[in-house]
């Protein structure tokens, strides 16, 4: 592939990673990528539809491959996993994240949180902390507008360890999502166990919930297991308003979804923040 004219732009191939050749090259390019600021932070809107408004921001990381454009995370994310590269590149986002949301702090714009997604690896590695300590000191954010995402797997193993860290982080006052709801092979029991704040519902239960009854007795289930244990709930994935016009009337008013907006880099995320706080 490399024998192509120099001229020759290459763009990014969905499946890319899963060609050993292709992986040990994009493994030894993801080892200078940080220090050559090919990575790079989109954000995405959670929208509370009751409010009319941008209740916060997930960060989605994205690599800007010089000659393959930009790269979603699933093509390179194990990568970094493998090689423990996400130990300090995970350092970084948590940095960068309340790097941008102090700046629009700064700017004026209206409070909002910012949620960045931890590995299973930092999770385990016990500088998750010191890194979220460590970035706040840098910002000076205020710690209750910084959320870590989590995934049910990642918390049920080591009860013991987990329950020190999330209290940890509670006491730090951050707060922590579980992600991709639903998805986990674990009790529930964790949820009265562990201090969490919310739930994001996962997509594949809002992928069909406009006409599947199945889906809709799951997600209404969901819904009202979180209420009565007053977590916040997030429906992931919403692209239709049908979709959002079913999660309301159940009761879960904050979404995230293509409907309202893609992950876009942090300026093109401040140019729609002002109109629709404005509704
Ligand atoms: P996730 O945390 O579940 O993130 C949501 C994914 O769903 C994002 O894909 C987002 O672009 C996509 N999405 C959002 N709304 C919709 C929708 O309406 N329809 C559809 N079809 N998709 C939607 P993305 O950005 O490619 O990220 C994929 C996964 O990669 C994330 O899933 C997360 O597990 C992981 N990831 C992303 N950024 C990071 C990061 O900074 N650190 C770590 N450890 N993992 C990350
Ligand atoms: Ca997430
Ligand atoms: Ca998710
Ligand atoms: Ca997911």
């Known amino acids: 592939a490399k024998k192509e004219g120099r001229n020759h732009v290459q763009f990014y191939q969905k499946g890319l990673g899963k060609n050993l050749s292709n992986r040990l090259n994009l493994e030894k390019d993801l080892r200078y990528a940080l220090?050559?600021?090919?990575?790079?932070?989109?954000?995405?809107?959670?929208?509370?539809?009751v409010k009319g408004r941008i209740m916060g921001a997930e960060a989605l990381l994205?690599?800007?491959?010089?000659?393959?454009?930009?790269?979603?995370?699933?093509?390179?994310?194990?990568?970094?996993?493998?090689?423990g590269l996400i130990i300090p590149i995970g350092e970084w986002l948590i940095q960068e994240a309340c790097r941008q949301q102090n700046i629009w702090v700064q700017k004026g714009l209206p409070a909002l949180s910012v949620s960045v997604n931890i590995s299973p690896v930092q999770f385990k590695s016990n500088?998750?902390?010191?890194?979220?300590?460590?970035?706040?000191?840098?910002?000076?954010?205020?710690?209750?507008?910084?959320?870590l995402e989590l995934t049910e797997n990642m918390i049920v193993n080591n009860i013991g360890e987990t329950l020190k860290i999330l209290n940890e982080l509670k006491h730090?006052?951050?707060?922590?999502?579980?992600?991709d709801f639903g998805t986990g092979y674990s009790s529930l029991s964790y949820l009265k166990k562990f201090?969490?704040?919310?739930?994001?519902i996962d997509r594949a239960f809002i992928k069909e919930i406009d006409y599947d009854r199945q889906d809709q007795a799951i997600v209404k289930a969901i819904i009202d297991?979180?209420?009565?244990?007053?977590?916040?709930?997030?429906?992931?994935?919403?692209?239709?308003?049908?979709?959002?016009?079913?999660?309301r009337e159940v009761g879960c008013e904050t979404v995230q979804g293509y409907f309202f907006s893609r992950p876009v880099p942090a300026d093109e995320f401040e140019k729609q923040l002002f109109p629709w706080n404005k509704l």
Request: no cysteine; hydrophobic share 40%; aromatic share 6%.
């Open 127 to 147: 500088i998750l902390v010191k890194a979220v300590n460590n970035a706040l000191a840098h910002s000076k954010l205020n710690p209750s507008f910084l959320k």
């Open 172 to 179: 730090i006052g951050i707060g922590v999502s579980i992600d």
């Open 195 to 200: 201090p969490i704040e919310t739930i994001k």
């Open 35 to 49: 220090e050559r600021d090919e990575l790079i932070l989109y954000y995405q809107p959670l929208v509370n539809v």
């Open 225 to 247: 297991m979180g209420r009565s244990l007053k977590l916040d709930i997030v429906a992931e994935g919403t692209e239709r308003d049908r979709q959002i016009h079913y999660l």
């Open 62 to 83: 994205r690599w800007n491959h010089p000659k393959l454009g930009i790269i979603p995370p699933g093509e390179f994310i194990s990568i970094l996993e493998d090689t």
